[in-house]
Each structure stands twice: as structure tokens, then as C-alpha cells.
């Protein structure tokens, strides 16, 4: 039961690295600085490779107990999964504000270049100077 309770632990010790790392690049994010945005995602798929190795360990090592454990074993098992679950929850909303922030910043670089289009159309609608030396408008358009 010792093994089980040290990695409960432990994936608690990895989930608070990753809401501390959500936490750095929504800083960034928020600041529209997304240099980091690659490294960010990287690092968090190595925390939760290293998370899902802690699940594979700790289902194994949960079909070997007996069902013995004591209340105070047990009081502390409650206490890891209940830590796991405020973690797990701040995670979500980090990464819903992330992902909040990233479509703002889509949808803004898609208003400018919808604005730059349109632009351009507008320049294509004036014909160059003929023989008259006078800009006509395309009527095309």
C-alpha cells in the first residue's frame, strides 16, 4: 500500500509542475507572446507521458493489494485522490483560458488579413494608367 500512496504522490508532485507551467505560458499567452508556444506543449506532453506511466503503475499495483489497508492508509489515499481531483480541475480551467486567449488572437489575425484582402481587391479595381495617363475604376468588380 506504501507503493501505491508514493505514487499518488508523485503524479500529485507532476500535476502541480503542469499547472505551474500552464500558469508561466498563460502569462505569455495573455501578453500575446507565443515564442514559447512550442516548447510549452512539448513539456506538456512529456509530464503527461510521465502521468500515464504513474496511472499503468498505480492500476497494478491496486489489483496486487488485498483490501486490507488501514482507516489511516485509507484517510490519506482519500486525501491524494481528493488533492488529484483540485488539480486536475485547475488544470481545466488553465487550459480553457489558454485556449480562450489563442482563438482571440485567431480571430484578430483573421480580421487583418480578411481587412488586407479586401485591400487588395480595392487596389485591383483601379486599372494602371492607360494612353490617357488617368486611372479608370473597373467596372469588372
Given at each position: ?15 502541480e ?6 500558469e ?19 513539456c ?18 491496486c489489483?496486487?493489494?488485498d ?14 485522490l ?39 481587391k ?20
Open positions: 500500500m506504501e507503493m501505491i500512496l508514493d505514487l499518488l504522490e508523485r503524479k500529485n508532485m507532476f500535476l509542475q503542469f499547472t505551474t507551467i500552464n508561466a505560458e498563460l502569462l505569455n499567452i495573455e501578453s500575446r507572446d507565443f515564442a514559447n508556444l512550442e516548447s510549452f506543449y512539448e506538456r506532453e512529456n509530464l503527461l507521458k510521465i502521468m500515464s506511466r504513474l496511472d499503468e503503475q498505480i492500476e497494478h499495483f489489483r496486487t493489494i483490501g486490507t489497508a488501514t482507516k489511516e492508509t485509507k484517510t490519506r489515499v482519500t486525501n491524494l481528493d488533492r488529484k481531483d483540485l488539480l486536475v480541475k485547475k488544470i481545466v480551467d488553465q487550459d480553457l483560458c489558454i485556449i480562450t486567449c489563442i482563438e482571440k488572437e485567431k480571430s484578430g489575425i483573421i480580421s487583418e488579413l480578411k481587412a488586407v484582402q479586401t485591400s487588395r480595392l487596389m485591383e479595381t483601379y486599372e494602371k494608367p492607360g494612353a490617357e495617363g488617368k486611372n479608370k475604376l473597373n467596372e469588372k468588380v
